[in-house]
Nanobody
Framework: QVQLVESGGGLVQAGGSLRLSCAASGRTFSIYAMGWFRQAPGKEREFVAAITWSGGNTYIANSVKGRFTISRDNVKNTVYLQMSSLKPEDTGVYYC???????????????????WGQGTQVTVSS
């Protein structure tokens, strides 16, 4: 079992920044990669970014490339999503997720993840 707890969400004006954190506990030694997804009201959950736990290889969605970065701290068992130049369309609930075993190219698929956090709300006002 892995427990994931997100934090850092909130209300921010367009053009602002936020940093989300996701603290993992439990069987963290089994984690292959961590990912961030988001879900806007009335829309499907979409991939945002992923990072492999050991090598730190990253995968960023085109919709946020150049504005968002993902990083991890293996000592703290925490993954971060630094979001800059935020837009109203970035509004949604952001979820972090842990994958025990997956191909790197499949990390855009929510089905590749084994555990999910409860989500944190990000609201970007215009």
């Amino acid at each position: 079992q892995v427990q994931l707890v997100e934090s850092g969400g909130g209300l921010v004006q367009a053009g602002g920044s936020l940093r989300l954190s996701c603290a993992a506990s439990g069987r963290t030694f089994s984690i292959y990669a961590m990912g961030w997804f988001r879900q806007a009201p009335g829309k499907e959950r979409e991939f945002v970014a992923a990072i492999t736990w050991s090598g730190g290889n990253t995968y960023i969605a085109n919709s946020v490339k150049g504005r968002f970065t993902i990083s991890r701290d293996n000592v703290k068992n925490t993954v971060y999503l630094q979001m800059s130049s935020l837009k109203p369309e970035d509004t949604g609930v952001y979820y972090c997720a842990a994958s025990f075993s997956s191909l790197f190219t499949k990390l855009v698929d929510s089905g590749a993840y084994d555990y999910w956090g409860q989500g944190t709300q990000v609201t970007v006002s215009s």
